[in-house]
């Protein structure tokens, strides 16, 4: 059967999806299919609960604490703009945009232009969307397809950001030359990305990390990310981030665990078991396994 890699892949073979390895069991593909496809139009809801109607203008203050699609909030996003040397006016690429969340902060931060780079039609689609509500269209492109093969000008952008989309991404040492290739000279990346600790260790571990990761085969080490990132010619700083996924994961668990009713409520039972389940494998992964952690990559084109 054939094997399928990349998040990337999986998109196009939505109606005739097929399978990834033996060890994902076909309800595990049910239920990631489901929340990759479905928690998109979530946005809509968390927004109508803090009193927004449909195409009301919205406030960034607002759509920021719902939007960002990776761990710990915007605090990753002050993180690239500071260790970036982001300025007013730069032109950035967001790889894996998902709704737009980071951008639109980072254009609203940096007072720089932002280019939103995102695979899903459906997620390109909300982040337009918002996007033009909160009244940046000024600031923010989006930009939807496949970025390893999204034609990028030369040396088009000062910098480029990525939270936690890299992942994904089957061939990251030709994704790391494409970037490369549309940084100017002296351009900088900032990504953050789940990094592999160890080797795995039993048929438990190898499950729960292939039900989390979905369509791909392996997650690189903090090692691995710096050696590809050097052979498409960047000079690399490695910050082990392990410890605030660990809390994070715990932390977010947790909170659904305690307001599970209230999320059936808003988003229905179905829905509120796929998200436990990834989140509890998340966990699993960062606390009790000790196989997963984070890793905060800064690197410029030598
Ligand atoms: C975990 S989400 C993070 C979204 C966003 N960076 C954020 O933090 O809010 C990862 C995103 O990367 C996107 N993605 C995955 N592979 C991609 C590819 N090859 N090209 C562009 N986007 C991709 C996914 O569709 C998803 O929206």
Redesign the pocket.
């Known amino acids: 059967m054939q094997v399928v890699r990349?998040?990337?892949r999986l998109t196009r073979p939505i109606l005739t999806f097929q399978r990834t390895k033996a060890t994902i069991s076909n309800e595990d593909h049910k239920l990631r299919q489901f929340i990759i496809y479905h928690h998109v139009e979530r946005i809509y809801t968390d927004l109508k609960e803090l009193g927004y109607r449909d195409n009301d203008p919205l406030k960034l203050a607002d759509l920021t604490t719902l939007?960002?699609?990776?761990y710990n909030g915007t605090e990753p996003v002050d993180a690239a703009i500071k260790l970036l040397g982001i300025r007013e006016g730069a032109r950035v690429l967001?790889?894996?945009?998902?709704?737009g969340?980071?951008s639109r902060y980072l254009a609203h931060k940096a007072k720089c232009h932002v280019t939103a780079?995102?695979?899903?039609p459906d997620?390109h689609r909300v982040g337009q969307d918002l996007t033009s509500r909160c009244g940046m269209t000024g600031s923010v492109k989006h930009m939807c397809?496949?970025?390893?093969t999204t034609k990028l000008g030369k040396e088009e952008f000062d910098h480029v950001v990525?939270?936690?989309?890299v992942y994904?991404?089957e061939d990251k040492l030709r994704l790391f030359r494409h970037l490369s290739n549309s940084l100017k000279p002296g351009g900088t990346i900032y990504f953050e990305e789940f990094c592999r600790l160890k080797d795995i260790k039993n048929s438990e571990e190898q499950a729960a990390l292939d039900f989390f990761l979905l369509c791909l085969n392996t997650l690189p080490t903090h090692r691995d990310y710096k050696t590809m990132l050097e052979k498409a010619g960047f000079d690399v700083t490695v910050q082990d981030i392990s410890d605030s996924y660990r809390e994070f994961t715990h932390q977010r668990w947790k909170k659904w665990v305690e307001q599970r009713d209230r999320s059936v409520r808003l988003y229905g039972e179905d829905m509120v078991n796929s998200w436990l389940k990834l989140y509890v494998t998340a966990r699993n992964l960062c606390n009790e396994f000790g196989l997963m952690g984070g890793g905060r990559f800064v690197a410029r084109k030598a």
């Open positions: 990349s998040l990337a939007d960002q699609w990776h967001d790889v894996g945009s998902g709704i969340g980071p780079s995102e695979l899903l997620n397809g496949d970025i390893t990525s939270f936690q989309a994904y991404v």
